[in-house]
């Protein structure tokens, strides 16, 4: 072969290695440069790890999605890209972690064999229980003492109706509820209104308000302290203002990501104010009353996810007045919400309030059921 020939065919062999070199980069299944996790059972799996919570490892794939793994089955994990493992210490009321980037870990007989930022190091199995993106860690250290106005989230309703014709009634409804929960404490606010009036009668048919707070702090996992007010007013039964002012103490009965059921028990202080009422026809004037009594308080309340989208929230009270345990009020309050978009959703609010001795020619009963769209927000 003539010399020009032997370096033409080099160079063409030199150019089919560099192409199948470039073609078996691109072809190379992800895998290669993906986490691997080795099962107990001897199974190999791979994707990218996003979080160790709860016990539970979260792998991401291309062919199955989201897969969740049982941390006491690994043996083995490699990370192509670092995570964090998160050691945390108590310094009196705050928390604060040590942040370790890890790259695998081995389980052994005494705890792990770990690859670090610093070399390979040994921890005990108790010092393994999260592992966490950088992303993931910020946002966990934010939550664990978050800023008075972070950490929130709520939901606002607004409602309206008009009739003209043969019928000329006018009713607006609105409510927000606001809660920012923490590992160790909650807030709850809530606020809900409802006013129809009826132009033919030229009377109101509803007016009613209901507002309040709630603070529980966990005192275990388990048991909590909690202390509230709430304020009502309602027109139609001649309530100028409820006020009900109150703690005690309550058990998580069920505390579970999807599903949380509390029973509580407390005491209340009610003081009521009811307007005097002119007579009107046949009906006697009623004179101004006003009661303050001690109530004991026993109530539970109940809140479960539905699917992605839906959240079922209940809560229900009686309070028997300690002077005379025949007389009481009792209060229940329940809703359904199902997001429609990341900000809008639709509302449905069901409400009841009974009570045993209201002024004479009112009603003991004031129920009240709404639905509408609603908007939810976030406060981070």
């Known amino acids: 072969m003539r010399p020009s020939n032997r370096i033409s065919a080099t160079i063409r062999s030199s150019a089919w290695a560099a192409s199948l070199m470039m073609a078996a980069g691109f072809l190379l299944p992800a895998a290669v440069f993906a986490d691997s996790i080795t099962l107990k059972n001897g199974d190999h799996l791979t994707g990218t790890v996003t979080q ?67 070399g390979p190091e040994r921890l005990p199995t108790a010092a393994i229980t999260a592992l966490r993106t950088a992303e993931g860690q910020q946002a966990y250290e934010a939550s664990l003492n978050p800023g008075w106005l972070h950490a929130w989230t709520g939901a606002a309703n607004v409602s309206f109706a008009l009739a003209r014709g043969n019928s000329d009634t006018t009713t607006l409804g609105t409510g927000v509820t606001l809660s920012r929960p923490t590992r160790t404490d909650k807030t709850s606010l809530y606020y809900n209104e409802i006013y129809t009036h009826d132009g033919i009668a030229n009377s109101t048919t509803a007016n009613n308000t209901a507002a309040g707070a709630r603070y529980d702090h966990n005192i275990n996992p388990k048991i909590f302290g909690f202390v509230t007010g709430d304020f009502f007013t309602d027109a139609l039964q001649d309530l100028d203002l409820r006020t009900v002012l109150g703690g005690g103490a309550g058990w998580h009965a069920i505390a579970k990501p999807n599903q949380q059921f509390d029973i509580l028990a407390g005491l209340v ?36 996810k539905i699917g992605k989208s839906s959240a079922f929230t209940e809560q229900a009270y009686i309070f028997p007045d300690l002077a005379d345990t025949s007389q009481f009020r009792f209060t229940l309050n329940s809703g359904l919400t199902t997001k429609i978009a990341s900000f809008l959703s639709w509302q449905t609010t069901a409400s009841d309030v009974y009570v045993t001795n209201p002024p004479s020619g009112t009603k003991d009963n004031d129920f009240i059921l709404t639905t509408g769209l609603g908007f939810t927000f976030t406060r981070k």
């Not at 210490?89 to 792990?112: F, L, V």
């Not at 002119?278 to 009623?286: D, F, H, I, L, S």
Request: proline share 4%; no cysteine.
């Open 269 to 304: 202080w009610t003081h009521e104010s009811y307007s005097a009422v002119p007579p009107v026809g046949t009906t006697p004037a009623t004179a101004a009353q006003t009661n303050s009594f001690a109530a004991l308080d026993f109530g539970q309340q109940y809140t479960r």
């Open 52 to 118: 160790l919570v709860g016990g539970k490892l979260t792998l991401t794939t291309s062919y199955a999605g989201a897969v969740t793994i049982t941390w006491d089955q690994v043996t083995n994990l490699k990370l192509d890209k670092s995570l964090i493992l998160p050691i945390e210490t108590k310094i009196g009321k705050k928390t604060q972690i040590k942040d370790t980037n890890i790259t695998s870990i081995e389980r052994t007989d005494s705890g792990y064999e770990v690859t670090t930022a610093s």
